[in-house]
């Protein structure tokens, strides 16, 4: 199974569909913000700064980037043409804020623009994180700040007892949804390699125990098995209601670290 998200653009409308509207409620999620917003803290932008969000989805991420730096421009690219649409359309009126289409492996920018570059829950979901790394570097100015936040996807479980139905739900996102799930831990070598200095990294859990955080992950992993013939239509169905009767009821369990690390360019 490849990961849909490695090539939005040619998975199913109902997927796509899918993939939208869970990267938006992630991204407003309670359980999600304090990973942005300890990321966005540590930030030094310098006044009439300029911000890159790279892999930027429908942009839920980098609306509240460019609320928190109304004096920054700030950038999404994303080479979903179906997602970066929703981007635009969701966008509101917000003057510092654009969105276009863009590979992060070849970026259509100048050398040193950026004095942010961010990868949010991009780099596990490619089969080579090193040109996008690249090009993220080279887009920032000497002393620029790159960001990247992961999942560590090979940590994730929502299964609460040994043979947990939800559990093995779980398993079949990252097996069919993640293309690095181990990503996390090959960070630090990986922008070493591209020369920039890590200055901060850190792990938060995202623990989701109510509300509807997780349930893209069910309706992602439900929606792949159907389409591989892996389990009928009812079985997924089952699936998503026994997240919800769970979300009701106080017994949700769904756990996922994420990682992230800034890194500096050095001064020329
Ligand atoms: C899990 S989504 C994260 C979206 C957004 N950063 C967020 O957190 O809401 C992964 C994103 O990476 C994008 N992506 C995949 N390959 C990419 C590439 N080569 N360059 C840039 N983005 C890429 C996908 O299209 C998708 O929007």
């Given at each position: 199974m490849s990961d849909p998200f490695e090539n939005?653009?040619?998975?199913?409308p109902q997927m796509i569909d899918i993939i939208a509207a869970g990267l938006e409620t992630r991204a407003a999620d309670e359980d999600m913000l304090p990973v942005i917003d300890e990321y966005l803290g540590l930030l030094n932008l310098p006044e009439g700064g300029c911000i890159v969000d790279i892999g930027?989805?429908?942009?839920g991420i980098t609306r509240r980037i460019a609320d928190r730096f109304p004096a920054a421009s700030v950038m999404g690219l994303e080479p979903s043409a179906a997602l970066t649409q929703k981007a635009i359309d969701l966008a509101?009126?917000?003057?510092n804020l654009t969105f276009s289409v863009g590979d992060g492996a070849a970026l259509d920018l100048e050398d040193a623009v950026a004095d942010v570059a961010i990868l949010h829950?991009?780099?596990?979901?490619?089969?080579?994180?090193e040109p996008l790394i690249a090009e993220a570097v080279r887009i920032l100015r000497p002393g620029g700040t790159l960001v990247i936040c992961d999942a560590d996807?090979?940590?994730a479980m929502m299964g609460?007892?040994?043979?947990d139905p939800l559990g093995s739900c779980c398993e079949a996102f990252v097996a069919?949804?993640?293309?690095?799930?181990?990503l996390a831990g090959k960070l630090k070598p990986l922008v070493g390699k591209a020369g920039v200095s890590v200055s901060h990294f850190s792990v938060r859990n995202r623990v989701v125990?109510?509300?509807?955080?997780?349930l893209a992950l069910v309706r992602m992993s439900g929606a792949r098995l159907v389409a591989d013939g892996v389990i009928g239509q009812p079985l997924a169905d089952a699936l998503e209601a026994e997240y919800l009767r769970r979300a009701e009821a106080g017994t949700l369990y769904s756990f996922l670290p994420f990682v992230t690390l800034l890194a500096t360019k050095p001064s020329a």
């Amino acid at each position: 199974m490849s990961d849909p998200f490695e090539n939005v653009d040619a998975a199913s409308p109902q997927m796509i569909d899918i993939i939208a509207a869970g990267l938006e409620t992630r991204a407003a999620d309670e359980d999600m913000l304090p990973v942005i917003d300890e990321y966005l803290g540590l930030l030094n932008l310098p006044e009439g700064g300029c911000i890159v969000d790279i892999g930027s989805g429908t942009g839920g991420i980098t609306r509240r980037i460019a609320d928190r730096f109304p004096a920054a421009s700030v950038m999404g690219l994303e080479p979903s043409a179906a997602l970066t649409q929703k981007a635009i359309d969701l966008a509101g009126d917000r003057p510092n804020l654009t969105f276009s289409v863009g590979d992060g492996a070849a970026l259509d920018l100048e050398d040193a623009v950026a004095d942010v570059a961010i990868l949010h829950t991009v780099l596990s979901h490619v089969s080579n994180p090193e040109p996008l790394i690249a090009e993220a570097v080279r887009i920032l100015r000497p002393g620029g700040t790159l960001v990247i936040c992961d999942a560590d996807f090979s940590k994730a479980m929502m299964g609460i007892v040994p043979g947990d139905p939800l559990g093995s739900c779980c398993e079949a996102f990252v097996a069919g949804s993640v293309t690095d799930p181990w990503l996390a831990g090959k960070l630090k070598p990986l922008v070493g390699k591209a020369g920039v200095s890590v200055s901060h990294f850190s792990v938060r859990n995202r623990v989701v125990t109510s509300g509807m955080g997780a349930l893209a992950l069910v309706r992602m992993s439900g929606a792949r098995l159907v389409a591989d013939g892996v389990i009928g239509q009812p079985l997924a169905d089952a699936l998503e209601a026994e997240y919800l009767r769970r979300a009701e009821a106080g017994t949700l369990y769904s756990f996922l670290p994420f990682v992230t690390l800034l890194a500096t360019k050095p001064s020329a």
